[in-house]
């Protein structure tokens, strides 16, 4: 009943009521009313108060002691808890707003403690909820005046939102130590690698705290609303700068698609016409572009297969990088026979965010817009691969593609007419559009 009753006050704490962060936090991050406590002259606690091996994690040393310890993998953490006898099959995903740092990242929850890992499956956070003991021996059920005794005075405090839950954070050497209290009586205590509710390490001081997601927007919002006001300049000079045009039109889906992206009613209005401008511009395109809510990039340039395609035999080059891209699909075309039509496909994928080197998709298919049936796209087979080696060209091997690098596919697109492109990855279903 007291493991239930911590559970749900701990999940009343992170995703009910909210925190303050402590230490200057401006009112709109917050919410809240923040406070920081003095620092004071306090003795270090004990750190053998408790046999190391028998508290879950220790608080102030980051990994030498303890049963567990931050940066483990979930393998590691899996064995150790078979090893204790705790039960590890109650996990959970964070499945909350698409935009936050922290989505995906799942948790193992037992009837000591829960262990919370990143997207890499690395540990980054312990949260104790029975009264299992700290090394210095703090538990569960002891007063607000005994965590002061023993840590001291010099920490941050996360206040809840109506509850008069609250948070204490203190500084260790390369990691943070938490502790929960309702009521004045500890609730729970843990160790993470980050700042509560963000994922910023002990290198950043409090100032610089921002929720990430927010922080993230903005600069991606900066970058691609530059950089389409830029190419909206230059299709007004001159119409007939296709490239300028795909570009405008890629930045405005951007813009449009990535969550952590906030539009204001004016910006989205002036996208609106800005949209409406270009599109005439577009109806011979093959470079189809779109993004992930989550920021991932995606650019696929087909092979030409109508005489209004070859307009775009400039702005095809240029933003492959390559002169010869517009001659390498149509080869792939005119390598078809007369029974049937194999089109050459291009793909590239970027993490804007800059978090992840390799990019995994799980699927690329092509559906033909005037009947819905979708011919799943191969990789290209031997038959192509004399072009390949010709043109110079990446083949991929799976779907699991560089990030910042062009690939090269192909399909039959003998009954495909208009294409959609649709790629599946992390779950999420992304249509690529040439307009």
Known sequence: MKKMFWIISLSTILMITGCARTDKAPAHETGQTA???????????????????????????NGEDGMFQLGMTLDEVRKQLEAEGMDDSNEIENAGDPADWNQGHRTVMTDQADFTFDEHERLYRIDVTDESPTTAGLKAGDAE??????????????????????????VMKDHYFTVWLQ???????????????????????????????????????????????????????NSDDLMAAVLASDRIRGLQSILSIVLSDA????????????????????????????????MAILSPTTPGNEKFKAAMNQLRGKEDEYAFLSAITDASDERSLEVGLDLYAEDLAGSRQEI?????????????????????????????????RKQSSDLVLASGAWHAFGFMGTLINDPVIKIELDGEPVILQRQ
């Open 267 to 298: 910006e989205v209005e002036e996208m609106l016409d800005q949209q409406e401008q270009v599109q005439p511009l577009l109806n011979d395109s093959v470079i189809y572009t779109g993004y992930s809510t989550q920021g991932v990039h995606l």
């Open 35 to 61: 406070t920081q406590s003095q620092a004071i002259e306090t003795p270090a606690p004990s750190p053998s108060a408790v046999p190391a091996k028998k508290v879950i994690a220790d608080e102030q040393k």
């Open 183 to 237: 009521e004045q009586k500890v609730g729970g205590w843990g160790v993470s690698s980050y700042k509560w509710q963000t994922n910023s390490p002990v290198t950043e001081s409090y100032d610089q705290v921002k929720p990430a997601g927010d922080h993230e927007g903005t600069a991606l919002k900066e970058k691609l609303y530059g950089e389409l006001q830029a190419n909206m300049q230059k299709v007004e000079q």
């Open 145 to 170: 005046a005994e965590v002061l005794r023993l840590y001291g005075e010099e920490f941050h405090t996360y206040e809840g939102a109506d509850d008069g839950s609250r948070v204490l954070e203190y």
């Open 360 to 392: 995994k998709l799980s699927s690329i298919t092509v559906s033909d817009s005037s009947n819905g049936a979708e011919q799943v796209v191969p990789f290209t087979g031997k038959d192509l691969e004399p072009l390949l080696t010709q043109y110079s």
